[in-house]
């Protein structure tokens, strides 16, 4: 039931990065991170996947929902993808009615709200790319904010009208990258005025320095397995650089997709497995593939040397991973992925070719033999951190749906 406005003040101060982050973040850099000092309370809906299913843009939706929330703001979620006897006490609605239909429910709630945020990933909606989501948001008449969380350097026809679609009946559409933002106003027929680029929020905001870190270094890539995470090639780097003193250990921890299981099975991991033992590196190579909390998380991220993102995927505009990599303060090892190269132009990692372990060896060996270059890395890092906290992103969230509420008419926006 969204909220009456007699329920609490018509504003109310954010809270602050430090309270939310355990950063130690200057009062003059929490103002001029922060859009907006006060803030108009609002009712969302959010179409998307959503814990506990495991995926991106679950976590992505639960923490950006989160920091609405604290803010102030009431999000009730329309759920995509979930079991239906799931109760969660913030879903209002699920998408489908089970038999393939929109749900009489999720539409009420939809038009109940002042902002509907839609998060868009052609694989999470029923049809071909997803194509089932265009008619729903036709017949959302709130104003609606789409994250386009993939956009395609070389879609097909059909993705490309799917998207075009999608960007048709939003109010505004929300890119994480300037890359995404140049691919979409370039490559796909869409209204250049509707996109803004807010960067992907950090779950993971915990600083340290590479000092506090246990004495044999540690590698860590983290999040679902599947094809064309490439960590083929980080593997290959670890036996290139076992001559390195003290010899560094390597983190694989995540479980397989789903996705990936249902249709392929473990074979990715398998391979991955098998790939230790050919390059005699087993006693150099973890794999945990334990569900972890954020606190479990947090520990391990404090616990690494170096960040190991070494994606195949020239399509990887964003990567949560990335983020609360860099919001920890833990220097990055990356492939050419846009949003790597993008974020860690100022110096807070390094960049390297895709599928290309020699390269991905030589920016390990370099920053694990040069600690005043980890150091920096990590000090750029945690320069970066305050603007990538979600209570910032989510406040920029609530600029954006304060902006179209603004531009409806008075009775448009008392509904």
């Known amino acids: 039931m969204p909220k009456n406005e007699r329920d609490y003040p018509s504003t109310r101060t954010v809270p602050t990065l430090q309270s939310v982050t355990g950063l130690e973040v200057s009062e003059a850099a929490m103002e001029e991170a922060m859009p907006m000092s006060d803030h108009r309370l609002s009712n969302y809906a959010m179409i998307s996947t959503f814990p506990p299913t495991q995926c991106g843009i679950a976590t992505f939706a639960a923490a950006l929902s989160g920091g609405l929330y604290e803010l102030g703001d009431n999000v009730g979620i329309v759920r995509v993808g979930g079991e239906h006897d799931d109760a969660r006490p913030n879903v209002v609605a699920d998408l489908n009615d089970g038999r393939g239909r ?88 869409v209204d250049p005025l509707k996109i803004s680029v807010i960067p992907h929020g950090a779950a993971v905001s915990t600083a340290v320095r590479p000092e506090h870190l246990s004495e044999r270094p540690q590698l860590l890539t983290w999040g679902l397995l599947g094809p064309g995470k490439g960590i083929e090639w980080a593997i290959d780097a670890l036996a290139m650089v076992r001559n390195v003193k003290p010899r560094p250990t390597y983190v694989v921890a995540g479980k397989t997709h789903p996705k990936v299981l249902e249709y392929e099975g473990d074979g990715y991991r398998e391979m991955l497995e098998q790939r230790v033992i050919d390059r005699k590196v087993q006693g150099d190579v973890i794999f945990s593939s334990e569900y972890r909390s954020l606190d479990s998380l947090a520990q391990l991220i404090r616990d690494s040397s170096i960040v190991i993102l ?89 600029a954006l749906g304060e902006e179209l509420l603004a531009k409806l008419s008075p009775v448009q926006a008392s509904r």
């Not at 132009?345 to 390990?364: F, N, Q, T, W, Y």
Request: proline fraction near 7%.
């Open 102 to 189: 929109v749900s009489i429910g999720a539409l009420e709630a939809l038009n109940q709200a002042d902002v509907v945020i839609v998060q868009h990933e052609y694989g999470i909606y029923d049809g071909p790319d997803g194509e089932s989501i265009v008619p729903v948001l036709r017949e959302i008449d709130r104003p609606t904010i789409v994250v386009a969380h993939t956009v395609l350097e070389v879609p097909n026809d059909h993705q490309r009208s799917v998207l075009e679609g999608v960007v048709r009946y939003a109010d505004a559409v929300v890119v994480m990258t300037e890359a995404g933002r140049i691919r979409l106003c370039s490559g796909f027929d």
């Open 310 to 398: 070494p994606y195949d995927s020239p399509d990887q505009v964003t990567s949560g991973v990335l983020v609360d990599a860099i919001a920890a303060g833990r220097p990055v090892i990356a492939t050419a992925f846009p949003h790597a190269v993008e974020l860690l132009e100022s110096g807070a990692g390094i960049v390297v070719p895709r599928r290309d372990p020699k390269a991905l060896a030589e920016a390990i060996r370099t920053v694990l033999t040069h600690p005043r270059l980890a150091e920096a890395m990590a000090a750029e890092a945690r320069r970066l951190a305050p603007t990538l906290a979600w209570p910032y992103i989510a406040s920029r969230y609530g």
